[in-house]
Each structure stands twice: as structure tokens, then as C-alpha cells.
């Protein structure tokens, strides 16, 4: 059975990973800012595209719920806010499909008491998904614009456990390591070491791997000093730049 439903996941997430083109925004109703309204898309949201496919660990799916997602996209995507797809922000990047972001936050099993490090800020919803079940969020986006109007939009929204930092995140960031969980939503040629270096024992890492289209999403767990790792889906993200990602073979 596991093995059933691991390759379903694994299928879907591949169509989904690439679907960029061709979908109908929310349905006509009133401003995508009003509350009851953006509840409700999000209740649906987590409901058909993330409960149905797999996602169980309740904290996870309440903090889906909790997260305003189209708080974090750009004016002219908030139509699309809700929708099951990725959506461009700017500067070449995306906001992952909502159902990735469950999946990898559910894969590292974040616990309230875990400091966590995410690489690759984009528009910082995963941040604030991951801040609202983790006691504190470091978080590292290369493109300054971004990591700029990320730390703004978090700000304005209350999230006062999450720090942001413009800077290569191919070096992580050390000054706060190690962290319990991390997680990398840029995709790498190999893991970078630095990160392996500041993952806690008994810690969580989950990072897409791999050149395009042919990536995978791997799981890591260090136990010991020693550190094991799986691959757990196919998917496909923004490459990881900076000087260090780029110096992999």
C-alpha cells in the first residue's frame, strides 16, 4: 500500500510540478483580500489538494490553513492565489504550489521547539508556514529585491519569529547552526556541505537535487555524525545560484 500511494504522489506531483499554463483562476467573487473569502479558498485548498493527496500531520494542514498565501503573491497573480500550481514572483523565481510546501514541511516533521533554517526565501511563504508550528525560522534568499520584500511582507503579517538574510545560501548560516530541520526550495547539483555541517544530529533536511527536468527531492536525517538520505519524490524547482552552487560538478 505505501508503495501504491508513494508512486501516486510521486506522479502527481510531477504533473503538477509543470503546470504553469492553462489553469482558471479562483472563482468571481469579492476581493481577493477580504477574510471570509480567503478562508475559504484556503479551507478548499488545503482540503482538495493537500489533505486528499496524503498530508496527515494536522499541525501541518492547520498551518496551511493559517498562512493568507495570497498575502505573498504579487497583485497580479492574487486571482491565481488559491490555485494548485507554482506562480511567478519576479526576478525568475516562484512560489511553490501549496501541496509541495505540505509535503515538504510534513517530510522533516517539524516539532514547535525546532529552530529552523530554509534556503531559497522567494516570496516567504514557506517561511511563514514553517513559523507557524517551529520556534524560530532562519531563513536565506540570494536575489536582495526579494529577500527585501519578503522580510517586509512577514513583518507586516506578525511573524516575529522569523529572521531573514540576504546572502548566498549555499554557505546556510552559520552563526545560528545547527538547526534542528532544514529546508531548501532551490534545487542544487549536489547537497551543499555547509548545510550538512550546520544540520543538528537527530536533525531533518529536505532539498530538491538534480539538473532540470531531472531532479529529485531527498530526505536527510544525521544521526551519530552520520547522515542517511532518500530519495522521496520527483519534483521540479528554481536551480540554487551563488558562487558556491555554481562551483559543483
Not at 501504491?4 to 503546470?19: D, P, R
Request: net charge neutral; glycine share 8%.
Amino acid at each position: 500500500m505505501e508503495k501504491t500511494l508513494a508512486s501516486l504522489a510521486m506522479a502527481t506531483a510531477l504533473l503538477l510540478a509543470s503546470a504553469c499554463q492553462g489553469e482558471e483562476p479562483n472563482p468571481p467573487g469579492p476581493d481577493a483580500k477580504s477574510p471570509d473569502l480567503s478562508l475559504a479558498r484556503r479551507t478548499r485548498m488545503v482540503e482538495t489538494q493537500i489533505r486528499a493527496r496524503g498530508v496527515k500531520d494536522e499541525r501541518v494542514l492547520q498551518a496551511m490553513l493559517r498562512v493568507p498565501r495570497h498575502e505573498f503573491v504579487p497583485e497580479d497573480g492574487k486571482a491565481f492565489a488559491y490555485a494548485d500550481r507554482p506562480l511567478p514572483i519576479g526576478y525568475d523565481q516562484t512560489i511553490s504550489q501549496p501541496y509541495i510546501v505540505a509535503f515538504m514541511t510534513e517530510a522533516v516533521r517539524v516539532k514547535p521547539a525546532d529552530k529552523v533554517l530554509e534556503i531559497g526565501t522567494g516570496s516567504g511563504y514557506q517561511a511563514a508556514v514553517l513559523a507557524e508550528i517551529a520556534r524560530e525560522v532562519y531563513t536565506v534568499e540570494i536575489v536582495e529585491p526579494l529577500a527585501a520584500r519578503a522580510a517586509k511582507d512577514l513583518s507586516r503579517l506578525g511573524y516575529r519569529n522569523v529572521q531573514v538574510l540576504a546572502a548566498d545560501g549555499f554557505k546556510g548560516w552559520p552563526q545560528h547552526a545547527p538547526f534542528e530541520v532544514i529546508v531548501v526550495t532551490c534545487a542544487p547539483k549536489e547537497i551543499p556541505p555547509p548545510l550538512l555541517e550546520q544540520l543538528a544530529d537527530g536533525g531533518r533536511l529536505v532539498i530538491p537535487v538534480g539538473d532540470t527536468p531531472h531532479q529529485e527531492l531527498l530526505l536527510v536525517e544525521k544521526a551519530g555524525g552520520e547522515t542517511r538520505r532518500k530519495s522521496i519524490l520527483p519534483v521540479l524547482f528554481v536551480p540554487m545560484t551563488g558562487g558556491g552552487a555554481e562551483g559543483l560538478k
